[in-house]
Nanobody, 123 residues
Framework: QAQLVESGGGLVQPGGSLRLSCSAS????????VGWFRQAPGKEREAVGC???????VYANSEKGRFTISRINTKNTVYLQMNSLKLEETAVYYC?????????????????WGQGTQVTVSS
């Protein structure tokens, strides 16, 4: 059974860092692009960024320079390194597998989703 599992979420102070992991089981993740999304309470799910199967990453505007998406295919895992976190970035963070990192990073372009991991930025 193909599955994605996120981990690494938690409580962090403003300006702090977290690294999230997205681990795949039941299929080979390196064949897919992987997107990171987040959803805050009462808000729509929004894109954070995406990494292609060959390791090229693209980011939503507000994350450029602070977030880094990488992958280690031998571990079947993709990572999201988040630095200088802001209060408003408190959300459930999701990873999702798709066929590519398309320009608009739309939710509907990804067909397999993890269950999400909570990130809380608070002082």
């Amino acid at each position: 059974q193909a599955q994605l599992v996120e981990s690494g979420g938690g409580l962090v102070q403003p300006g702090g860092s977290l690294r999230l992991s997205c681990s795949a089981s039941g299929f080979t993740l390196e064949n897919y692009a992987v997107g990171w999304f987040r959803q805050a309470p009462g808000k729509e799910r929004e894109a954070v960024g995406c990494v292609t199967s060959d390791g090229s990453a693209v980011y939503a505007n507000s994350e450029k320079g602070r977030f880094t998406i990488s992958r280690i295919n031998t571990k079947n895992t993709v990572y999201l390194q988040m630095n200088s976190l802001k209060l408003e970035e408190t959300a459930v963070y999701y990873c999702a597998a798709g066929w590519g990192c398309y320009t608009d990073l739309r939710v509907e372009d990804y067909h397999l989703w993890g269950q999400g991991t909570q990130v809380t930025v608070s002082s």
